[in-house]
T-cell receptor, first 114, second 114 residues
């Protein structure tokens, strides 16, 4: 069975700094996808970025990037130049290739202060 | 673009009552999901469906039924509401279960059991 663990419950940073959120996963599958989602204060959940397990290059979208360390089963989310509106809960998730069951972590709450 | 509409936004039921939550999507997505989010926690999969009339149990299916009579709609029934299952129920959809695309979420139905 797959499992996703986010050990950081909450993180506080100052605006315009860089923050890293940790995520480790467990799977028996050799091919899988890893995702990060953002849940805003309104409860809306939006997709941010994806890493395919067979790709060695870290994915980057805007000011979001990933630190994929496959031997450690780790997929960290890096947000550079944080903004107040980045304050939210961030969820890590995974899906095995060919599967349908997306497994989520428990989330990390990020607070960005001016 | 598309949208996932969940009704109702707020649902108040009596303990032991049977309650139904509805979800419609106009993305023309094949796969639909129901997740439960307890306050301050992650998302747990209740049911998913990979096509019309298909139903697959998630990790939290006990106490729930689901129905996918049309491709665009997916309903969830709480068979006997309990006070310990007050939570936000999130409907989601994706094009297919291969991980090639992200999961899109509705805004949720908040269930209160009195």
């Amino acid at each position: 069975a797959q499992k996703v663990t986010q050990t950081q419950t909450s993180i506080s940073v100052m605006e315009k700094t860089t923050v890293t959120m940790d995520c480790v996963y467990e799977t028996q599958d050799s091919s899988y996808f890893l995702f990060w989602y953002k849940q805003t204060a309104s409860g809306e959940i939006v997709f941010l970025i994806r890493q395919d397990s067979y790709k060695k290059e870290n994915a980057t979208v805007g000011h979001y990037s990933l630190n994929f360390q496959k031997p450690k089963s780790s997929i960290g989310l890096i947000i550079t130049a944080t903004q107040i509106e980045d304050s939210a809960v961030y969820f890590c998730a995974m899906l095995r290739t060919g599967g349908y069951k997306v497994v989520f972590g428990s989330g990390t709450r990020l607070l960005v202060s001016p | 673009g598309g949208i996932i509409t969940q009704t109702p936004k707020f649902l108040i039921g009596q303990e032991g009552q049977k309650l139904t939550l509805k979800c419609q999507q106009n993305f023309n997505h094949d796969t639909m999901y129901w997740y439960r989010q307890d306050s301050g926690k992650g998302l747990r999969l209740i049911y998913y469906s990979i096509t019309e009339n298909d139903l697959q149990k998630g990790d939290l299916s006990e106490g729930y039924d689901a129905s996918r009579e049309k491709k665009s709609s997916f309903s969830l029934t709480v068979t006997s509401a309990q006070k310990n299952e007050m939570a936000v129920f999130l409907c989601a959809s994706s094009i297919e279960g291969t991980g090639c695309t992200e999961v899109f979420f509705g805004k949720g139905t908040r269930l209160t059991v009195v």
